[in-house]
């Protein structure tokens, strides 16, 4: 991380920084481990919220170490990646905004990233890949809806859902305080 999601000026020493490895089953039925970065802070309840998916037998995408972010990056992309800790500023359907994202605190976490788009309040969303998933009527796998397993899960450990927005809807966010 060091240099790439992690840098100099970060609001998070490394240090007060964990690495999970997380059991979850993905798309194809099978079980599957990947890494997540949280903060230290947070890592038990973390942990207790993906044990609650993973019972619930919840689809979850590739989960991976965040990659360096790139303001001026293509948007569009068929990677559905489950991820936390970047040390980046917020990022709208509009592109990267002014101030820094709880991602950077290691206190947020995005979850399928495709199934569950931010959705800009005139229904824009910045990846073209992900637009079908605007649809939220649809029951999709890896989709996350009003007061499903994942929503339960994260509010059981206080967290609360980017698709709650009133400004726009980003449904593939959770963090510790709701932005």
Not at 60 to 82: C, G, H, I, Q
Request: charged share 20%; glycine share 10%; with cysteine.
């Amino acid at each position: 991380m060091h240099g790439t999601t992690w840098h100099r000026g970060c609001p998070v020493p490394l240090g007060d920084l964990r690495l999970l490895t997380l059991r979850y089953w993905g798309f194809d039925g099978e079980v599957h481990e990947g890494p997540m970065v949280v903060n230290a802070s947070v890592a038990q309840d973390v942990v207790g919220a993906f044990r609650t998916l993973f019972e619930a037998r919840f689809p979850t995408a590739d989960m991976v170490l965040s990659k360096k972010f790139r303001p001026n990056a293509d948007p569009n992309t068929k990677l559905s990646e489950t991820g936390s800790f970047n040390c980046r500023p917020i990022v709208t359907p509009a592109g990267p905004g002014a101030t820094m994202s709880m991602h950077s605190y290691g206190l947020a976490i995005d979850v399928n990233t495709l199934q569950n788009p931010y959705v800009a309040t005139d229904g824009y969303v910045r990846n073209r890949y992900a637009r079908p998933y605007r649809d939220r009527s649809q029951d999709l796998p890896g989709m996350i809806h009003e007061g499903d397993v994942v929503v339960r899960a994260f509010a059981a450990i206080g967290w609360e859902w980017g698709g709650d927005w009133s400004s726009g809807q980003d449904y593939m966010h959770f963090s510790t305080n709701g932005r």
